[in-house]
């Protein structure tokens, strides 16, 4: 490890923080960081979420990186244990553990302007012993469904007698057979665990949902072992088969567009679905009034069948409050249980770290400044040198794979560090006018969206929010091609004014030759065929704006 280099700090072990761990490793053949892990082991939502039936409803060659795919899956959507092994490997090929400093929980991260470095505080979560370490660069990649939600109106979680959890924090010491179980919440998560612990008769399930939710059909199937060698020995077949689920599952972006029929047809097939697979008497309960999409859309883990099961029921009641021995609803009625699981989902924006930047102003802050958090292309933020973060504001996707953009944005901030890494510059931050311009490009596309037709996490922490902060508007192909480089001229350089010179040259240079080259064949076309002048200058006339952009 060079320490004279610039030092990187990533906070977080989790698919994100691995990734960029990689990436340094792998791409700039850097060794100069650490990741600080407040947890034991690796994995983020992949380790802490362990409970009964837990997977992805992303296809799982469309879930793993494009530098490392996997022959070996063993069938199209896969299980949480799967996921973490596959991690698990990654951390272990590219051998990070010396890399990693576990049970260090990061509190703040505070910028130095005239050293142009992060003073990093932490402690050990074991002993409390509070350190500090200097950085010159900070990634976040702390998760999206890494912290429990816990609705506010749920009044009563303390007064609970009976055994209580989040199904993030899983008591699988808790036996629940022979037991009355409410389960609060009827989202992605509940869905996967409500079939799992009905499966068994003597435990009786009572299901408080909050609001309806659109289920569309898994189609889960197994890989053969035939599959699997053709995978693994017949070349570009894996890549082949990986972008056809891409594809595929890019195209459903359109569904969520409102000027476009595509969400009239959906909502149609998911409602036949519904119908067709849950018990007549939900019917009118089950099927949504907002479009498809507005909400993440469940993949049917088979929550729908196990309604038809004699000890499962939906209460669609709103509680009042939690009791010793159970819940009461807003009707006076009494509902007793043994054991209360909490499906409520994730906060996604709050951190537990506090990032300060120039003139002392904390990220919070700056996120309530801008009414939400904002971002540059859900990476960095102006007043905050040389941080960056995985998993930003309006990064995700709520089609397809979240990996997916956390690869392309860990690429990206690979290019942005790089000349911080090589000396070139000392500190890059993105200016306040490109934030604003890209933000307002969001907000434009976003009121073309239907996630502004109900509530849902994609507003962030403040589910009654106006806007949609976790989200971005667009296919994933368009968000690569958002982030595959930097605009530099975006960006502010501490030190790095000679490099930007450098570099704005040898831009010029390569348009100016590319325009002479382009001027050149124009006047053999020409003085060749007299007759293409008039046709050659008209298009000219037409994109000279375009043309003078480019050469600027």
């Not at 990533?10 to 650490?34: P, Q, S, V, W, Y």
């Not at 997977?55 to 973490?84: G, K, R």
């Not at 053969?224 to 894996?238: E, T």
Request: aromatic share 14%; with cysteine; net charge positive.
């Amino acid at each position: 490890m060079n320490e004279k280099s610039p030092r990187v700090i990533i906070i977080g072990a989790g698919i994100g923080g691995i990734t960029m761990a990689i990436n340094l490793r792998r791409k700039l053949h850097f060794d100069n960081f650490m990741i600080y892990e407040k947890s034991s082991t690796i994995g983020g939502t992949w380790r802490d979420n362990t409970y009964p039936g837990c997977s992805s409803d992303i296809a799982a060659h469309w879930y793993s990186l494009s530098s490392e795919l996997n022959s070996n899956w063993d069938s199209h959507f896969i299980t949480q244990p799967e996921i973490q092994a596959y991690w698990e490997d990654l951390y272990e090929k590219y051998k990070l553990r010396p890399f990693t400093a576990f049970n260090t929980h990061v509190e703040r991260v505070d910028w130095d302007e005239k050293a142009c470095v992060h003073k990093v505080t932490f402690y050990d979560t074991k002993t409390g012993e509070r350190k500090e370490q200097f950085a010159e660069i900070v990634i976040q990649a702390l998760g999206a469904f890494t912290a429990p939600y816990f609705p506010k109106d749920l009044v009563g979680v303390d007064k609970f007698q009976g055994h209580l959890w989040h199904s993030q924090q899983w008591r699988h010491d808790v036996d629940l057979r022979g037991k009355r179980v409410g389960v609060i919440g009827n989202g992605c998560s509940a869905a996967q665990f409500i079939p799992e612990i009905a499966a068994d008769p003597t435990v009786e399930v009572i299901n408080f949902c909050r609001s309806r939710q659109w289920f569309m059909e898994k189609g889960q199937y197994k890989y053969s072992r035939g599959a699997k060698w053709a995978f693994a020995n017949i070349p570009f077949l894996m890549r082949i088969h990986r972008a056809l689920i891409m594809l595929q599952s890019d195209i459903g972006w359109f569904m969520y567009r409102t000027q476009l029929p595509m969400s009239n047809y959906v909502r149609k097939a998911f409602t036949k679905y519904m119908k067709e697979t849950a018990p007549e008497k939900y019917h009118n309960e089950l099927v949504p009034s907002y479009p498809p999409g507005c909400k993440r859309i469940i993949i049917d883990p088979g929550y729908l069948a196990a309604l038809h099961k004699p000890n499962v029921n939906i209460v669609w009641e709103n509680i009042a409050e939690i009791v010793e021995k159970g819940v009461v609803l807003k009707s006076g009625e009494f509902v007793p249980l043994d054991i209360l699981i909490l499906g409520t989902g994730f906060y996604l924006i709050a951190r537990d770290v506090a990032f300060r930047g120039r003139n002392g102003l904390t990220l919070d802050q700056y996120f309530e400044s801008q009414n939400g958090a904002m971002a540059y292309r859900g990476t960095v933020f102006p007043g905050f040198p040389n941080v960056f973060s995985v998993v930003g504001p309006n990064s995700l996707s709520a089609h397809t794979s979240a990996l997916f953009a956390i690869e392309v944005q860990s690429n990206y901030i690979t290019k942005l560090i790089k000349p911080i890494i090589t000396g070139q510059t000392k500190a890059v931050e993105v200016t306040t006018e490109a934030t604003n311009k890209y933000n307002s490009w969001l907000g434009k596309r976003l009121e073309k969206t239907i996630f502004l037709d109900c509530l849902s996490y994609y507003r962030g922490d403040n589910r009654e929010g106006v806007r949609n902060v976790t989200t971005f508007p667009g296919m994933m192909a368009t968000f690569w091609w958002n982030t595959r480089k930097p605009i530099w001229n975006d960006f502010k350089m501490m030190g790095g004014e000679k490099w930007m010179k450098q570099r704005q040259r040898k831009v010029s240079l390569l348009r100016f030759g590319t325009l002479m080259a382009i001027l050149s064949l124009s006047l053999s076309l020409v003085s060749k065929n007299p007759q293409v002048s008039t046709t050659l200058w008209s298009v000219i006339a037409r994109f000279k704006p375009t043309m003078m952009a480019f050469f600027n």
